[in-house]
């Protein structure tokens, strides 16, 4: 395990977009990380070790002490088994798998091996979320409803793997909102969902559920790919304090019209300390509660399918 104060050697697979917008820069100067090498068959990073596969990465450098695997979820299972094995702590981005039971496993793996796993889940980190879980925990909730609407085209062009079984389709934002969601409101059931799926996709391109929680709180989700124009990630309750919107993907709070919390994004660099900590804590972070509910609107939604998407 790092000493306290050593910083993490750390090990980048599956170089990409959320790589390249996102860890980069948020490892960029944080003292709590040495960026030593990457694994990728395509992607490079300039100025450290590039290697085109995590086991050649294994092998090569023996005094990586964590990696963080950033390919797609359907890739993830067997990258972070070769890592657990060789005994290094795992950044797994979301969603952490393409299954509830392979992550499981993972789990499991990791405390045989003495190792920090870490489901990531940055959406959770957004600037309003904790302070949106604190506003509702003071509250009786009357309903609520999760609106997630972009447009494919523009956030992920050319990804292929998203559109395959397994990438999850509009659920890849959609779990952001269930990370939240998950975060802030009881812990919630579906009872109903429908899935539209292109006639040309294994994947949907939207996705109508319905939640309840034990004290029968009804939670709606809208999740849609086809949203031109402005895009809406955003989460309303009705409370006995007022309404309540979470905006922007958990940047902006507002209550009755009123700005309770705004602040720029620091998703990533949250999620780095939070790794840090589980690391030199000797302890995990894994929970699956957003991407169990995914496997439950497969499990339990009608599907419909829809005109052929073209990218
Ligand atoms: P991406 O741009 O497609 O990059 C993923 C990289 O993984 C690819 O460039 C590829 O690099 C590598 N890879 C390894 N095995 C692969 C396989 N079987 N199929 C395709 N690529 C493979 O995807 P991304 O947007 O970075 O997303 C990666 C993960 O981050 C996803 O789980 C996504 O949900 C999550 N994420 C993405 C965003 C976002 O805004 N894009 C935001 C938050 C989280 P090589 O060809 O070099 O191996």
Redesign the pocket.
């Known amino acids: 395990m790092p000493s306290t104060s050593n910083p993490i050697a750390l090990g980048i697979v ?6 390249r ?1 996102q860890h980069l820069p948020a490892l960029a100067g944080n003292d709590n990380y040495r960026l030593i090498a990457v694994a ?4 490079k990073v300039d100025g450290i070790a590039n290697f085109p596969s995590i086991e050649a990465m294994l092998e090569a450098v023996p005094t990586l002490e964590a990696v963080s695997l ?6 993830r299972y067997t990258a972070a088994r070769a890592a657990l094995d060789a005994g290094k702590h795992v950044f797994l ?3 952490p798998g393409a299954t509830v039971s392979e992550v499981e496993d993972l789990r499991r793996l990791a405390v045989t091996k003495g190792v920090s796993l870490f489901a990531s889940w ?1 959406s959770r980190y957004a600037p309003a979320v904790e302070a949106a879980r604190s506003f509702l925990a003071s509250t009786q909730i009357h309903a609520a409803s999760i609106v997630w609407k972009e447009d494919v085209r523009r ?1 992920h062009p050319n ?1 292929d ?1 998203i559109w395959q079984a397994g990438g999850l389709g509009v659920f ?1 934002p959609g779990i952001n909102a269930l990370s939240i969601a998950t975060h802030i409101f009881p812990a919630m059931f579906i009872t109903g969902a429908t899935l539209e799926f292109p006639e040309n996709r294994a994947a949907p391109i939207a996705a109508a559920i319905d939640f309840r929680t034990a004290q029968d709180l009804a939670v709606s989700a809208d999740f849609d790919w086809r949203q031109t124009g402005p895009q809406s990630w955003d989460i309303f309750a009705e409370t006995d304090r007022g309404q309540m919107a979470l905006s922007g993907g958990g940047a902006k709070l507002v209550v009755d019209g009123h700005v309770v919390h705004q602040e720029n994004e620091a998703e990533y660099p949250a999620l780095y300390r939070r790794f840090a900590e589980i690391v030199r804590s000797g302890t995990s972070d894994v929970d699956l509660a957003p991407l169990q509910h995914v496997a439950d609107a497969f499990m339990l939604g009608k599907r419909r399918t829809v005109e052929a998407f073209i990218d």
Do not use: T
């Not at 950033?70 to 890739?75: F, K, N, R, T």
């Open positions: 599956g170089v990409g977009k959320i790589v917008d990728s068959r395509h992607g950033c390919m797609p979820p359907q890739a981005e979301k969603p940055h956030w990804q793997w890849d």
